[in-house]
């Protein structure tokens, strides 16, 4: 496409750097591949293609756009209907972000990214993702997980991630899940983990966890855990300072809270549970499991 002004062409593709292509039902990927006006974007930065059909999504850069390195790229495949993704060509970016949100991506693993060395940005909220590994994506730093149906999270998944986001009720939806792994992040904060009934084992160890909450760890009763409410906290190595009054007891009536936990803190010279908030003092180094029965009227 090109416009004439004053007897010179401006090729309008050539100055592009965004391109959004969306709510067009294209349904295959492959049609950009067999476009060959788009290698006319020598300056494209930004792809958006949300809101169409597809199904899968395989995609060689190279071909489509044979000027596309050495930038700042945004790819944009939401809110369509994806349960597959291969993308290639892509190792000699600057930057890369990746938005996948609201798709219907069951498996994912690192190896689907392989060659993507300079991926910064993943967002893969709003699918049905089960499981994720992520060890080789070493240039990541922000990644997103909400709403999906993943039940067991391995430790170190995350550790190159620089800000890792856990919305509130990000865990709400995951009712099996009976182990979490947390540690070695820079979690500041606590999700509500309420709706995680059959929850045994909660590792946020060597995080970076100042304060607890007001009911920061209650369960919920259900008949998955009526006969079995012991669980297993790692706090380990948190920087904790603060005890909400209520942190470690339970606000429902219907619910157990804690009838019973294995609490792994660093030595500290009490715990409050007093209807004021208490500044802990830490003594030793040393580390210590506290194991005490709390009841809902501490």
């Known amino acids: ?73 945004k790819l944009r495949l939401s809110n369509n209907n994806l349960d597959s993704i291969k993308l290639s060509c892509l190792e000699n970016v600057t930057r890369l972000s990746l938005y996948f949100h609201n798709n219907l991506i069951k498996h994912f693993s ?22 994720i ?20 999270i391995r430790k170190n998944s995350f550790s190159s991630l620089s800000n890792l986001q856990i919305n509130v009720n ?12 947390l540690g070695s992040n820079r979690l500041k904060t606590i999700a509500d983990l309420s709706e995680l009934s059959v929850l045994r084992y909660l590792d946020l ?12 760890f209650e369960r919920k009763i259900s008949e998955a855990n009526i006969f079995v409410t012991q669980i297993s906290i790692n706090l380990l190595n948190n920087p904790i300072e603060t005890y909400s009054s209520k942190s470690l007891c339970s606000q429902f009536s219907y619910s157990f809270g804690f009838a019973g936990i294995t609490l792994n803190i660093d030595d500290l010279q009490t715990i409050f549970t007093t ?14 499991s506290l194991n005490r029965y709390f009841k809902n009227n501490i």
């Open 170 to 181: 990000a865990f709400k939806n995951n009712k099996n899940l009976g182990y979490l792994y």
């Open 205 to 216: 160890s060597n995080n970076k966890i100042s304060r607890l909450p007001n009911y920061a």
């Open 133 to 152: 590994k992520l060890e080789n994506l070493k240039s990541l730093k922000n990644l997103y997980l909400q709403s999906n149906r993943i039940e067991k």
């Open 1 to 73: 496409m090109s416009i004439i002004l004053t007897g010179q062409q401006v090729h309008i593709a050539k100055m592009v750097k965004r391109l959004t292509i969306r709510r067009c039902n294209i349904q295959d990927a492959n049609v950009f591949q067999t476009m060959k006006d788009l290698s006319e974007f020598a300056n494209l930065n930004e792809l958006n293609i949300q809101y169409n059909n597809f199904s899968n999504f395989e995609f060689n850069f190279t071909q489509s756009f044979p000027n596309l390195y050495e930038l700042d790229i």
């Open 275 to 288: 209807t004021t908030t208490y500044k802990i003092l830490q003594t030793t180094q040393h580390k210590h």
């Open 110 to 131: 690192d190896q689907n990214l392989a060659s993507l060395t300079k991926l910064e940005y993943l967002g893969l909220g709003n699918n049905m993702i089960e499981g």
